[in-house]
Nanobody, 121 residues
Framework: VQLQASGGGLVQAGGSLRLSCRAS????????VGWFRQAPGKEREFVVG????????SYADSVKGRFTISRDIAKNMLYLQMDSLKPEDTAIYYC???????????????WGQGTQVTVSS
């Protein structure tokens, strides 16, 4: 699976961004998907994961209630709607697809190239 993320940019605190991730090569309909992020000087961290059937989602406490993951199976696309953004959300965001139906983790096989999100105060 090849992943191409887009939609990052510069936004003021309290604003919104929608990240997109186009998958090609294989369908994501039977695989766990999600997003990770990495802030400057910090380790990569889990943001959100979605089960292979889309029925279950899991969010990091830091983004719960503000971020929403979704997918479009027909388009083989993954999205991350980010609302009420905070300066601490500044990071490079990576879309992730697992090699199986299991949930994503730091050892998942397929990673996008990352898209920069910068939130100004």
């Amino acid at each position: 699976v090849q992943l191409q993320a887009s939609g990052g940019g510069l936004v003021q605190a309290g604003g919104s961004l929608r990240l997109s991730c186009r998958a090609s090569g294989r369908t994501i309909s039977n695989k766990g998907v999600g997003w990770f992020r990495q802030a400057p000087g910090k380790e990569r961290e889990f943001v959100v994961g979605m089960s292979w059937n889309g029925f279950r989602t899991s969010y990091a406490d830091s983004v719960k209630g503000r971020f929403t993951i979704s997918r479009d199976i027909a388009k083989n696309m993954l999205y991350l709607q980010m609302d009420s953004l905070k300066p601490e959300d500044t990071a490079i965001y990576y879309c992730v697809v697992n090699q199986s139906s299991a949930g994503v983790s730091s050892t998942s096989r397929y990673w996008g190239q990352g898209t920069q999100v910068t939130v100004s105060s």
